[in-house]
């Protein structure tokens, strides 16, 4: 029988989590549901849907700090911090286009949940760095806390870290405490054309290296580039590499002159104002140049940045992808025409063999029950990752499977 | 302090421990001797001591993970130990326990420039990384005041901050990876030079583990940059309410200075005297606001603090016109734990953090404690996070008065989470305020953690005793307790 729970309030949680453990009922998890597709598939027909546990609960602008229901909009998020100018600093890309669903629907549970962060991720870090604090309810039926409220704190565990990126398979959030930071006053994007993606690399890592501060690093090789809804990259005819500089106005007017003058030595130089600056990073964080090739499956990618353009050289000599470098090369989206074993394999080999991580984000479900989605663990670690998952749910309740099967 | 039951048995095995020990550690790196064990007696809470059964000083992470095979195999409790600078109590040792000491664990393995990143023993000093980039101009940025002694690997299993963390975060924003040796002898690596990692996060669950989880052999820390230029500003405030307003005030204009400290007039008076920063004597409280970045940014925002400052009517502003000057007014409070130690014969550091909105009130309420218990207090803060170090001044030869600052550095805490904050910031729980958990943590929040303390050390053999203040048999914790041999939901919820 399947059966769909939709609970409004922590109680109803708690209530469900103990049908679902006394009578052995493993649930999907969801927020607003647009990352269903991310992850290894379910078949589970016992739905949890949180999407209704919803609302700022908390915020305190002076503090940095805010409080919300895990099922809040990230859209909703964003107004509110607007109104007075600030933000989620680590930027949350909106992978749902990418994924087959509607924008601008992701939750911030589902966020935290999934430790998505953008491009601003090199400077500011990642979600997690941003996560401060939860009440959770655990697979046990018990309600929980951990962190706080504030943004310095080592009292206990820092479960929420274990919480960011567990694609809820670990517990349910029933409220969540973010960091948020003022928005910058103003921000500049400066594009240098022509480049290949050796020097591409290495002109990002000298950026990330300088006094300049940037706050976002990407490399759009030529085919990408020609995609984007920027005339200024669309237009080029070449390769983009782009470097975002956020702050004061005189400062980031001067680093913006800064980099102008460091770049126009290397090709030519534009640069990004306002809407179209923020149009660009949006299309690079939420992997725009993607969405509407259906049929390619998509790698996400973290390497040590400087091996970027060595790791994307193999995959590419040995099959016909398309890529694109964020986050200074620290981070690649790679597309495969093909998501058979032996390319899926190909992809991890290389990858690995360069000391990194592939997760496969969109491939059908056929795929991702086969291939694994996320990095495979060494048996050390997956033991180790399955007690954790044992000591937060004992009955495997909460999506199981979902990142590792057998866990 | 109570602290597990001293297993005789194991004591009992002590010698043949020794000799299993010495088998693959030199003689000197196995000590026993009662005058070499005191050493190891305590750490920077001195208020407890215990000699160790045992310290052994492995300097490869084979011999520790030899070392934690045979604790396992014997049941023999470990309790890792960095520098042991610690103000919480974490490195305590145990009377019937082995202290992993790591101080040989002090090579820097690899500096990375291209990716940012340096690979360093456990025992490095947090110090000796920056030391160790500084002349291609990258630094690491916590800067515990400790730095010169504390140990990289301290510093992730009590995730760290410092003056420079408002801006640049604390251990655990800025490490990548790690190596470490879980208590039945595996060993793991964490991370690396890339940026993100499939599965549990289990990297930033281990810093500010305390030393709970596993023993922590090699770290890999992002390195940044140098800013371009750093200029510090002292504002001094006849009212400790003006500086606290003026503290919200930046936070709210949307300026987020890399540091922001605040002392109130017992600290200023002992530092001034100690360093000649050149602070103001005739004011109630002082910010030294530090901004950093390009030229352009720092002259910016620095005149736009001084307005803020100006309005929330500071009496006295001083902005730094050269790297000297800068560095003279950090003098004064990087130095002002010892500058308390000058004004009195012992001093009992607190670490709570609150909301920054509520700094007035409970700077008031702490000078009511001070006035019950009748022991002076300084403050000093990392008053940009909200995080207060109340520095109680006691004399330990006098009856009872270490009890009484006990007391009262208790009562401080309980008001720092009365006001919706945390018992501490960045120096731990330790053994100092694990019997204060239950005032933020409830039962169940208690159990999850320690929960995922068994999904680590079953047996509990990794520094027990600190942390949670009861310990618990992971069989019984593991327990399902809802179903009470029936289904008590048969209904399926309908919401
Ligand atoms: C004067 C002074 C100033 C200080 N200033 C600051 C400050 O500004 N900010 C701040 O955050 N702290 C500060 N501290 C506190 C202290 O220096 C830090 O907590 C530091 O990180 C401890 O490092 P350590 O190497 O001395 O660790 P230790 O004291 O030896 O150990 C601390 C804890 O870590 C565990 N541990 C140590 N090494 C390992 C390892 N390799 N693997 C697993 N567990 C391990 C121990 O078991 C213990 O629980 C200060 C201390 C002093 C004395």
């Given at each position: 029988m399947e059966s769909l729970l939709r609970p409004t309030d922590d109680t109803q949680v708690r209530e469900a989590v103990a049908w679902a453990a006394s009578e052995n009922k493993p649930m999907a998890v969801l927020g607003a549901g647009s990352k269903t597709a991310l992850g290894r598939p379910a078949n589970l027909d016992t739905t949890m849907d949180l999407?209704?546990?919803?609302?700022?609960l908390d915020y305190e602008p002076s503090e940095l700090v805010l409080t919300a229901r895990p099922g809040t909009s990230l859209a909703e998020i964003d107004a509110c911090l607007r109104e007075q100018n600030q933000e989620l600093a680590f930027e949350p890309p909106d992978l749902a286009p990418l994924l087959g669903t509607a924008p601008n629907i992701a939750t911030l549970g589902g966020t935290i949940a999934c430790n998505l962060s953008g491009p601003r991720r090199v400077r500011v870090g990642a979600a997690r760095d941003h996560f401060l604090g939860m009440r959770a309810i655990n697979g046990r039926a018990e309600a929980f806390k951990a962190g706080g409220k504030v943004v310095k704190n080592v009292t206990g565990y820092d479960l929420c870290k274990l919480i960011a990126g567990s694609y809820g398979t670990l517990a349910l959030l029933t409220e969540v405490t973010v960091k948020v930071l003022p928005r910058a006053e103003k921000t500049r994007t400066v594009l240098l054309f022509g480049l290949e993606e050796n020097s591409a690399i290495s002109t990002l890592s000298d950026v990330m290296a300088s006094v300049h501060e940037p706050t976002a690093l990407a490399h759009l090789p030529a085919n990408i580039a020609a995609r984007s809804s920027v005339d200024l990259v669309s237009n080029a005819g070449c390769a983009a590499t782009a470097v975002r500089v956020e702050g004061p106005t005189p400062s980031t007017i001067f680093r913006c002159e800064k980099l102008r003058g460091d770049f126009s030595k290397l090709g030519e130089v534009e640069e990004l104002h306002g809407q179209r600056s923020a149009t660009f990073w949006k299309e690079v964080a939420n992997v725009t140049p993607f969405v509407t090739r259906r049929e390619l499956t998509v790698w996400r990618i973290a390497v040590a940045p400087i091996e970027a353009a060595i790791v994307t050289a193999a995959i590419g000599s040995k099959c016909n992808a398309e890529w694109y470098y964020d986050w200074a090369g620290g981070l690649i989206w790679l597309a495969t025409p093909q998501s058979d074993v032996t390319s899926n394999n190909l992809v991890r080999d290389s990858v690995a063999s360069a000391g990194g991580q592939a997760t496969l984000i969109r491939a059908e479900a056929n795929v991702r029950t086969v291939t694994s989605v996320f990095e495979p663990l060494p048996a050390a670690l997956y033991k180790l990752s399955a007690r954790v998952k044992q000591s937060f749910d004992p009955k495997g309740i909460f999506n199981p499977g979902r990142l590792y099967a057998g866990m | 302090m109570k602290m597990p039951e001293t297993d005789e048995g194991v004591i009992a095995k002590r010698s043949s421990l020794v000799g299993r020990f010495r088998k693959f550690l030199s003689e000197e790196s196995v000590i026993n001797d009662h005058d070499e064990l005191k050493v190891y007696e305590t750490d920077g809470l001195t208020a407890y001591h215990q000699l160790p059964m045992i310290v052994v000083l492995p300097d490869t992470t084979a011999q520790v993970a030899k070392i934690l095979k045979i604790c396992t195999s014997e049941g023999v409790k470990v309790v890792p130990r960095g520098?042991?600078?610690?103000?919480?109590?974490?490195?305590?040792?145990?009377?019937?326990g082995v202290t992993v000491g790591l101080a040989k664990f002090n090579r820097i393995l690899d500096i990375d420039y291209g990716n940012r990143t340096a690979t360093v023993q456990t025992g490095v000093t947090n110090l000796a990384i920056t030391q160790a980039v500084e002349a291609k101009g990258f630094y690491y940025a916590?800067?515990?005041?400790s730095q010169i002694a504390c140990t990289i690997g301290g510093n992730v299993a009590e995730n760290s901050g410092g003056v420079h963390c408002l801006k640049y975060g604390v251990t655990t924003n800025n490490i990548l990876g790690l190596e470490m040796v879980l208590i039945d002898g595996e060993i793991i690596r964490l991370g690396g030079k890339h940026m993100e990692s499939a599965g549990y996060d289990l990297l930033g669950l281990i810093a500010g583990s305390e030393g709970l989880l596993g023993v922590i052999t090699e770290v890999t820390v992002r390195i940044l940059p140098r800013p371009a230029s750093a200029r510090a500003l002292l504002v001094g405030f006849s009212t400790v309410e003006a500086g606290g307003k003026c503290v919200v005030e930046i936070i709210s204009a949307g300026v987020i200075p890399s540091g922001m400290e605040m002392m109130d007039k017992a600290a200023i008076h002992a530092a001034e005297d100690y360093s000649d920063a050149g602070y103001p004597l005739d004011v109630e409280a002082l910010l030294i606001v530090e901004l950093d970045g390009p030229k352009a940014e720092v002259d910016h925002l620095l005149q736009r603090v001084e307005e803020i400052a100006t309005s929330c009517g500071a009496v006295n502003i001083r902005a730094s016109k050269n790297e000297g000057e800068r560095l003279k007014f950090w003098a004064g409070r990087k130095a002002a734990f010892p500058a308390i130690g000058r004004i009195s014969p012992d001093y009992y550091c607190m670490d709570g953090t609150i909301p920054r909105g509520r700094l007035t009130e409970v700077l008031a309420r702490v000078t009511d404690l001070s006035d019950k218990y009748n022991l002076r207090v300084a403050n000093v803060f990392h008053a940009g996070d909200g995080n207060l170090h109340p520095l109680i001044l006691y004399d330990a030869n006098k009856p009872d008065e270490l009890e009484r600052a006990e007391k009262f550095g208790a009562d401080i805490l309980k008001l720092c989470v009365e006001v919706g904050g945390v018992l501490t910031g960045e120096h731990g729980v330790g053994v100092e305020k694990r019997d204060l958990m239950g005032t933020m943590f409830n039962e169940q929040d208690l159990n999850q953690q320690q929960r995922v303390k068994c999904a680590f050390d079953t047996e509990g053999l990794l520094n027990p005793g600190k942390v949670f203040p009861t310990l618990h048999r992971c069989a019984e914790l593991g327990r399902m307790h809802i179903h009470h041999g029936r289904v008590p939901f048969p209904e399926l919820p309908r919401f």
């Amino acid at each position: 029988m399947e059966s769909l729970l939709r609970p409004t309030d922590d109680t109803q949680v708690r209530e469900a989590v103990a049908w679902a453990a006394s009578e052995n009922k493993p649930m999907a998890v969801l927020g607003a549901g647009s990352k269903t597709a991310l992850g290894r598939p379910a078949n589970l027909d016992t739905t949890m849907d949180l999407c209704k546990l919803t609302g700022v609960l908390d915020y305190e602008p002076s503090e940095l700090v805010l409080t919300a229901r895990p099922g809040t909009s990230l859209a909703e998020i964003d107004a509110c911090l607007r109104e007075q100018n600030q933000e989620l600093a680590f930027e949350p890309p909106d992978l749902a286009p990418l994924l087959g669903t509607a924008p601008n629907i992701a939750t911030l549970g589902g966020t935290i949940a999934c430790n998505l962060s953008g491009p601003r991720r090199v400077r500011v870090g990642a979600a997690r760095d941003h996560f401060l604090g939860m009440r959770a309810i655990n697979g046990r039926a018990e309600a929980f806390k951990a962190g706080g409220k504030v943004v310095k704190n080592v009292t206990g565990y820092d479960l929420c870290k274990l919480i960011a990126g567990s694609y809820g398979t670990l517990a349910l959030l029933t409220e969540v405490t973010v960091k948020v930071l003022p928005r910058a006053e103003k921000t500049r994007t400066v594009l240098l054309f022509g480049l290949e993606e050796n020097s591409a690399i290495s002109t990002l890592s000298d950026v990330m290296a300088s006094v300049h501060e940037p706050t976002a690093l990407a490399h759009l090789p030529a085919n990408i580039a020609a995609r984007s809804s920027v005339d200024l990259v669309s237009n080029a005819g070449c390769a983009a590499t782009a470097v975002r500089v956020e702050g004061p106005t005189p400062s980031t007017i001067f680093r913006c002159e800064k980099l102008r003058g460091d770049f126009s030595k290397l090709g030519e130089v534009e640069e990004l104002h306002g809407q179209r600056s923020a149009t660009f990073w949006k299309e690079v964080a939420n992997v725009t140049p993607f969405v509407t090739r259906r049929e390619l499956t998509v790698w996400r990618i973290a390497v040590a940045p400087i091996e970027a353009a060595i790791v994307t050289a193999a995959i590419g000599s040995k099959c016909n992808a398309e890529w694109y470098y964020d986050w200074a090369g620290g981070l690649i989206w790679l597309a495969t025409p093909q998501s058979d074993v032996t390319s899926n394999n190909l992809v991890r080999d290389s990858v690995a063999s360069a000391g990194g991580q592939a997760t496969l984000i969109r491939a059908e479900a056929n795929v991702r029950t086969v291939t694994s989605v996320f990095e495979p663990l060494p048996a050390a670690l997956y033991k180790l990752s399955a007690r954790v998952k044992q000591s937060f749910d004992p009955k495997g309740i909460f999506n199981p499977g979902r990142l590792y099967a057998g866990m | 302090m109570k602290m597990p039951e001293t297993d005789e048995g194991v004591i009992a095995k002590r010698s043949s421990l020794v000799g299993r020990f010495r088998k693959f550690l030199s003689e000197e790196s196995v000590i026993n001797d009662h005058d070499e064990l005191k050493v190891y007696e305590t750490d920077g809470l001195t208020a407890y001591h215990q000699l160790p059964m045992i310290v052994v000083l492995p300097d490869t992470t084979a011999q520790v993970a030899k070392i934690l095979k045979i604790c396992t195999s014997e049941g023999v409790k470990v309790v890792p130990r960095g520098a042991g600078t610690g103000l919480s109590g974490g490195a305590l040792p145990l009377a019937d326990g082995v202290t992993v000491g790591l101080a040989k664990f002090n090579r820097i393995l690899d500096i990375d420039y291209g990716n940012r990143t340096a690979t360093v023993q456990t025992g490095v000093t947090n110090l000796a990384i920056t030391q160790a980039v500084e002349a291609k101009g990258f630094y690491y940025a916590p800067d515990p005041s400790s730095q010169i002694a504390c140990t990289i690997g301290g510093n992730v299993a009590e995730n760290s901050g410092g003056v420079h963390c408002l801006k640049y975060g604390v251990t655990t924003n800025n490490i990548l990876g790690l190596e470490m040796v879980l208590i039945d002898g595996e060993i793991i690596r964490l991370g690396g030079k890339h940026m993100e990692s499939a599965g549990y996060d289990l990297l930033g669950l281990i810093a500010g583990s305390e030393g709970l989880l596993g023993v922590i052999t090699e770290v890999t820390v992002r390195i940044l940059p140098r800013p371009a230029s750093a200029r510090a500003l002292l504002v001094g405030f006849s009212t400790v309410e003006a500086g606290g307003k003026c503290v919200v005030e930046i936070i709210s204009a949307g300026v987020i200075p890399s540091g922001m400290e605040m002392m109130d007039k017992a600290a200023i008076h002992a530092a001034e005297d100690y360093s000649d920063a050149g602070y103001p004597l005739d004011v109630e409280a002082l910010l030294i606001v530090e901004l950093d970045g390009p030229k352009a940014e720092v002259d910016h925002l620095l005149q736009r603090v001084e307005e803020i400052a100006t309005s929330c009517g500071a009496v006295n502003i001083r902005a730094s016109k050269n790297e000297g000057e800068r560095l003279k007014f950090w003098a004064g409070r990087k130095a002002a734990f010892p500058a308390i130690g000058r004004i009195s014969p012992d001093y009992y550091c607190m670490d709570g953090t609150i909301p920054r909105g509520r700094l007035t009130e409970v700077l008031a309420r702490v000078t009511d404690l001070s006035d019950k218990y009748n022991l002076r207090v300084a403050n000093v803060f990392h008053a940009g996070d909200g995080n207060l170090h109340p520095l109680i001044l006691y004399d330990a030869n006098k009856p009872d008065e270490l009890e009484r600052a006990e007391k009262f550095g208790a009562d401080i805490l309980k008001l720092c989470v009365e006001v919706g904050g945390v018992l501490t910031g960045e120096h731990g729980v330790g053994v100092e305020k694990r019997d204060l958990m239950g005032t933020m943590f409830n039962e169940q929040d208690l159990n999850q953690q320690q929960r995922v303390k068994c999904a680590f050390d079953t047996e509990g053999l990794l520094n027990p005793g600190k942390v949670f203040p009861t310990l618990h048999r992971c069989a019984e914790l593991g327990r399902m307790h809802i179903h009470h041999g029936r289904v008590p939901f048969p209904e399926l919820p309908r919401f």
